[in-house]
C-alpha cells in the first residue's frame, strides 16, 4: 500500500521558518521524482518544487526561488521542504507527490502525470 505522510506543518511568523516531511512506504521512493505542491483557500493546487530522484537537480516557482529548499533521502525514504523567510501568501495545505521519470517529459509542474499523493500539511504563516 502506497503512502506518503507529510508532517512538520504549522503556524510562523513571518520571516520565519519551516521544515516539512515526507514520509514515503509502499513504492520504489528512491526511483521516483518527487514534488511539493500547495493549495490555498478558493485557489487552484499549485506546483512549488521538483527534485530528481538522485537529487541532481531541483526546480522551484518563481514565488518561492531562493527562499524554499527540496531535498530528499533516498536512505530514509524522505523528502523535505526547508521554507525560510515565510510570507502570509506562503499559507496554504502542502501536498507532497511522487511522479515516475519517465512522465516527467513534461516537467515538474504538470501536476496530473503524478502517480502518488499525500494527505496534506496545513502551513500558516502569520503574525
Known amino acids: 500500500q502506497v503512502q506518503l505522510v507529510e508532517s512538520g506543518g504549522g503556524l510562523a511568523q513571518p520571516g520565519g521558518s519551516l521544515r516539512l516531511s515526507c514520509a514515503a512506504s509502499?513504492?520504489?521512493?528512491?526511483?521516483?521524482?518527487m514534488s511539493w505542491a500547495r493549495q490555498s483557500p478558493g485557489k487552484e493546487l499549485e506546483w512549488v518544487a521538483g527534485?530528481?530522484?538522485?537529487?541532481?537537480?531541483?526546480y522551484y516557482v518563481e514565488s518561492v526561488e531562493g527562499r524554499f529548499t527540496i531535498s530528499r533521502d533516498n536512505s530514509k525514504n524522505t523528502l523535505y521542504l526547508q521554507m525560510d523567510n515565510l510570507k502570509p501568501e506562503d499559507t496554504a495545505l502542502y501536498y507532497c507527490?511522487?511522479?515516475?521519470?519517465?512522465?516527467?517529459?513534461?516537467?515538474?509542474?504538470?501536476?496530473?502525470?503524478?502517480?502518488?499523493w499525500g494527505q496534506g500539511t496545513q502551513v500558516t504563516v502569520s503574525s
Open positions: 527534485i530528481y530522484s538522485d537529487s541532481a537537480e531541483t
Open positions: 509502499g513504492f520504489s521512493f528512491s526511483t521516483y521524482g
Open positions: 507527490a511522487a511522479i515516475s521519470e519517465l512522465r516527467l517529459r513534461l516537467g515538474f509542474s504538470a501536476l496530473s502525470e503524478y502517480s502518488y
